[in-house]
Structure formats: C-alpha cells, structure tokens
C-alpha cells in the first residue's frame, strides 16, 4: 500500500501531537504488542531471566524476540528507545544524530580509533539500525556457506525480517542519477531492484518506509512474546557473573551486573539466569553488544589475554588470548560532488555498485554536515580488507568507548586495491550523468599517478561504519556461537565475524539474531 506525501505528512503531524501529550514516566509499555520498557534498574534488580540478551541492537532485537516465544528474556540496551526521536525515525533528519553527540545520552556515540578515524556506534534500542543509512542488502551466497549455516533456515530468517522493516525504496532524483552514473562507469548488469548481492548496479532495500519513517531492528521485537520480554533501556552492563562448577576450573555464567547508563549513579545491580532444579534445560548470557561492545565486557569480566587484564588489575577468570583481536573496517573513500556545502535535504543510498568481483561497493548520499548545511560524496570501500587491528581496554569503565585500532591500509594488497577502487570513483563521479545534474562540465581525472593515488588513499582514508571482529568464531566462540571454555555465555554480533559479509551487513545481524535464536530453541527441546 503506498501513501501520498501529503497523506504521510499528516500522519507524522498526527503522530507528533500524540507523543507530546504522552504521560512522562521512568517505565513505558506500549500498545500493539510491544514488550515492557523500562529504565528503572530497580524493576529488574536482583530478578531472574531464562536468558539475558546484552545488548538490544541490531542482532539483539530479532534474538530477543525470538528467545521470548518460549522462555522469559531480559534484554539490557545502555540507551534510549528509538521511538518519538525524530532523529532516528524521520528521514529528513538522517544523519543528524551523528552531529548531535554527547558523553552518555545521544543516540550515537562517537569515537576516534587509534587510526585518527572519527567512528560511531549505536546507543539506542535498534543499534546502529537506527542511526545508519538503512540500506539493506543480503549476505552473498559464498559467505553463508563460509559460515556454515543452513541456507534454507537462513532465508527463512531473511524472510521472517523483511516481512517487519524491509521496503522498496522510490528513488530521489539524486539517487537516480547515481544509479546511471554507475552505469556509465562500467558497473554492469544493471540488476533493478534486489535484495540480493550481485555484481553490478541495483537499488536496494531500505528501512525507510513510504512516508520517510524509519523502521528498526527494535521493530522486531513486536515479533516476539511480548509477555516474555522486558527491555531495560539506560542501562550499561559492566561484567559478567559466574559460578565454578566442582569440576576442574570449568565457569558457568550466572547472571551481569548493570549500572545507570547516564553516569548519575555508579551503584551495581544484580539479575540472574534461572537455574531449574535437577535440569540440563539451563539459558544463557548472550552479548549482542556490537563488534565494540561484546569484547570490551568480556575483558572487563576478566576474559581476556592475562597480561592485558592484569594491567587493569582485572582478576582473570579465563586468558583467551584472541578476544579483541582480528578487528576489521572496511576503508573508505568519499569524494565531493558538490563545490560547496548546501542547504539539500539528507538522502540515505538506496543504489549500489558492487564491481570488481565484488570487491568495491560504491553508494552515494547527501549528508548533513550541520543543522543548515549538508554535502554530497560518493563514498566507496574495500569489502574484503586484509589489514586486521586489535581491540583493548581504555578505562573499567564500560560506559567509556575500548580503543581500537584497525590497521586500514597496513597491507600492501589493501593499498593497491584502493588506488583501483579510487580510479573507478573518479569514473562515477565525473561521469556525464552527476556533471550534468550538478550543472558542470564533465573534468579531467584529479589524479594521475599511482603516488599521489596512494598518498590520496593514506591520507583520506575514513570509515563506512561497517568494522566487526573482537570474537571470531573458531577463535573465541565455537560454531554454536558459545564461548570456548565457559558454559552458559554466548556471543551473536558482527563480532563474530571472520570476514565481512562484503555488503552493508545489517541486513545479516539481523538476520544473525533470528537463525540463531531459533537454533537455541532447538538445542532446548533436544535436552
């Protein structure tokens, strides 16, 4: 069903009036199935759960609600909800809350990396699907068999996602022109519209629906049982609790231990898994807190390389030597289009060039740069770096970002695929398609010799927003997603990633959440 503009306009002046006039409270449970909210720890305080999801961001959400069809589940987000924030869930606004950061409470949290890198990460319920530029676009078949997983569960869970928060998006004249000068560049066939990851030129899904709403992975949790979730929001988790079984040095965990997110409060919290009498059928602790957030809580639980912990005086309760180790993020190159910031409206990317066999991925958007001002690059990445980086403790404290270092560019191999990639950059860019709508005449190629293509690339590197790894599978969980020598605690994120899934990989954490969670259930009902 598709609605005018101006149908859609009243519908988001209509829906604004209601949220002013909601009562304000610390606890909030809406309507149409969604689960209890709340941001008073002491609702949860000392309570216990079939499963504790940390972590309610892209992966968490869909794991969450898949979880509560069966078992009870606390989910702990160190944010907001996304809902009623226009600058998560209007389109006009997209990309204003990366301008728009503090310390504990926005809903993105900036950071540098050890790179000179400015980053960001989600901190709000829907992670970073709530604050990225909602372009969704599945794994690539040879990824899902790298990863071993079923590939008709796998399109089940893709499919379980997409009836929720995927749509077909209408393109804006400047996405349409991006689309031809793609084309024009060599980046063939031209495939339409598509879900999937092919080579060539596409239009995508998006999770902006017809009138510009934004829809998150915290959608997702209207999937679920409502009754069986509640989702303490404002609340960072600091470590994991565990008890050790008679046998050997073996741990179990048993529960987290929580603070206020927004730093009035340093006080400890307590909630726990449920441990049924004489029954193997026990949950766990799952960490869906993002390739930065899931190996910075298991350091701070004192899992981790020993001498690393042992500078944080952290007791060591198991020395895995890989967690925050392999980080990856995909380097990118933006170029200007435009001559001079404007006064556009945001764009997400709703086309994509994928070329090269796969290796280049070429969007373009208009970007806010300020609250009045906005510019317009077209931005490309390696999908496949071979440089990898480390993560490590900054602070105890885990409302503070870890540092992290991902190396862009170290190998060779990375720096000369992005003098190629910069070289069919410059293609799309100056293409007759973008000259013409920008009003300029097509110009001569910026650069012509590989130096000053390398010195481009070193010194004008940034991020795309895509970096994972911190707990590889095979090196810190197993195939089930466990962690190697404690029972009772999992990790399912981007973290566990070897490589990256090539495309924006939204689309596949969220995924990621619902194939597991109902592999979970499974392993339950075989106990």
Known sequence: MKFSQTRCHEILIAFGFFLLNLPRSSSLRTQGGFPYMTSDVNEVSGKSFDYIVVGGGTTGCPLAATLSEEFSVLLVERGSSPYGNPLVTDKRYYGFSLIQTDEFS?????????????????????????????????????????????????????????????????????????????????????????????????????VFDQCGKRHTSADLLEKGNPKNIIVLLNTTVKNIIFNTNGKGNESRARGIRFIKSDGSSDHIHEAYLNQPKNSPKQGDVILSAGALGSPQILLLSGIGPHDHLKDFNIPIRLDLKEVGQG??????????????????????????????????????GVLPISFNASRMPIAAKIAFPASRGKLELDST????????????????????????????????????????????????????????????????????????????????????????????????DGSTFQVSPGTNPMATLMMLGRYQGIKILKERKKL
């Open 397 to 492: 404290d885990p409302r503070k970002n870890p540092s992290v270092k991902f190396n862009y560019l170290a190998k060779e191999k990375d720096l000369d695929e992005c003098i190629k990639m910069v070289q069919l950059l410059e293609k799309v860019s100056k293409s007759q398609s973008v000259s013409t709508f920008l009003g300029v005449k097509p110009q001569e190629k910026l650069m012509s010799t590989e130096d000053e293509l390398r010195k481009l690339c070193k010194n004008n590197v940034r991020t795309f927003y895509h970096y994972y790894g911190g707990c590889a599978v095979g090196s810190v969980v197993d195939d089930n997603y466990s962690l190697y020598g404690v029972q009772g605690l999992r990790v399912i």
């Open 327 to 364: 980080m990856q993020d995909n380097p990118c190159i933006a170029l200007l289009v435009d001559s001079m910031p404007q006064n556009r409206l945001p764009e997400p990317p709703e086309v994509v060039g994928i070329a090269d066999n796969f290796r280049f991925i070429i969007q373009a």
């Open 106 to 206: 926005s809903v993105a949290q900036s950071f540098i990396s050890k790179d000179g890198v400015q980053n960001h990460r989600g901190r709000v319920l829907g992670g970073s699907s709530a604050i990225n530029g909602g372009f969704y676009s599945r794994a690539s078949e040879d990824f899902v068999k790298r990863a071993g997983w079923n590939e008709e569960l796998v399109k089940e869970a893709y499919g379980w996602v997409e009836s929720k928060v995927v749509f077909a998006p209408e393109l804006t004249p400047w996405q349409t022109v991006v689309e031809f000068g793609l084309l024009e560049a060599g980046i063939l066939p031209y495939n339409g519209y598509s879900l999937e990851h092919i080579e060539g030129t596409k239009v995508g899904g998006t």
